[in-house]
């Protein structure tokens, strides 16, 4: 069936970086686009960015030069790495996929909680 | 930049009864990129409706979603128990995708 399995809860200092994983399974991985998308505690849902396995382009207008998006195609892994982590930047991060030209999100990782804190 | 509001912020209704929940966008929009989703606790989201009106895969048919322009509305009939959660609406403009805040759908 088709899954999204990301990496463990991470713990890091201000100013640090992070990079999470989102591991597909059961479909064509270049066929559809992946998402980031986060929720700090108690909120509502933010989007991150796109990035699109077949050309490895990713795209994060809110994020400009903190978050950098990259997909291994050989292992139909997703990677997105947060810089100059700020408290606010505490939240569950969840891939997510999408139909190319869907603009919807179909399927969605468990989530990976990512707590920044002195 | 686009945004959506929805409302009301909390519903507290009984199973059995209907769940009207309101999506307005700061500015007029697709209908094919609006998009619902229900949120419980702990969990990721999972899509209900998208293009407006169409269900997603195994999404019973007391959900429906109608709308256009401005205003857009996710209606649940006949509620359940496992209906009561956190709705979101989802939009598109490019470059960017947006979310409401959410609507939450509470037991009275």
Redesign the interface.
């Known amino acids: 069936q088709v899954q999204l399995v990301q990496s463990g809860a991470e713990v890091k200092k201000p100013g640090a970086s992070v990079k999470v994983s989102c591991k597909a399974s059961g479909y064509i991985f270049t066929n559809y686009y992946l998402h980031w998308v986060r929720q700090a505690p108690g909120q509502g849902l933010e989007w991150v960015g796109i990035i699109r396995p077949s050309s490895g382009i990713g795209d994060a207008p809110r994020f400009q030069g903190r978050v950098t998006m990259t997909t291994d195609t050989s292992t139909n892994t997703a990677f997105m790495e947060l810089s100059s982590l700020t408290s606010e930047d505490t939240a569950v991060y969840f891939c997510a996929r999408e139909r190319p030209e869907g603009y919807r999100f179909d399927t969605w990782g468990q989530g990976t909680l990512v707590t920044v804190s002195s | 930049e686009l945004v959506l509001t929805q409302s009301p912020g909390t519903l507290s209704l009984s199973p059995g009864e209907s769940a009207t929940l309101s999506c307005r966008a700061s500015q007029s929009v697709s209908s ?2 609006l ?1 619902w ?1 229900q ?1 419980k606790p702990g969990q ?4 209900l409706i ?2 407006t009106s169409s269900r ?2 195994d999404i019973p048919d007391r959900f429906s979603g109608s709308g256009s322009g401005t205003d857009f509305t996710l209606t649940i009939s006949r509620l359940e128990p496992e209906d009561f959660a956190v709705y ?1 609406c ?1 939009q ?1 403009v490019y ?8 609507t939450k759908l509470e037991i009275k």
């Open positions: 094919s990129y998009a989703y949120q990721a989201p999972r899509l998208y293009g997603a895969t979101y989802q598109y470059p960017v995708y947006t979310f409401g805040q959410g």
